[in-house]
């Protein structure tokens, strides 16, 4: 669904560049797979290349964040309903094939947070990187 949502925002790029359709569009394929929101920042970049004046590319950016905004405010509202918390999605809820959920797993390299991964990577580098170079 999110590569169906960011076609559809690059096809209205092409062809209209509604930019409320176009924010609209990428925070629905967020809401599938929420790493997709980074696009905006190429929709924001297209803006900032158009030609134009000012005041037609503030109002594209501002179209282009309300739209966003409107969405990311709703999905915050559902996953706080949802889960008492609008930051989380559910994936710390997924449970792998031993019955356990991936947050509270803890196994070797199995990183729940970015400095656990690191504290984890660290002692083990030298062998990555030896390895590699073969």
Not at 74 to 85: C, E, I, K, Q, T
Request: charged share 15%; net charge positive.
């Amino acid at each position: 669904m999110a590569v169906l949502f960011f076609f559809l925002a690059i096809n209205e790029y092409e062809q209209k560049r509604r930019p409320w359709v176009i924010g609209g569009l990428i925070e629905l394929a967020m809401t599938n797979h929420p790493p997709a929101g980074l696009n905006i920042i190429f929709s924001m970049f297209a803006i900032c290349l158009r030609t134009g004046k000012i005041r037609e590319k503030a109002a594209g950016f501002a179209k282009l964040a309300i739209s966003f905004a409107v969405i990311v405010g709703l999905l915050a509202l559902y996953n706080f309903v949802r889960f008492g918390n609008p930051l989380e999605s559910g994936y710390s809820y997924q449970i792998n094939a031993a019955g356990i959920s991936y947050a509270a797993w803890n196994v070797p390299g199995h990183a729940r947070t970015v400095v656990e991964f690191v504290e984890y990577s660290e002692p083990h580098m030298d062998f990555s990187l030896w390895t590699a170079r073969r």
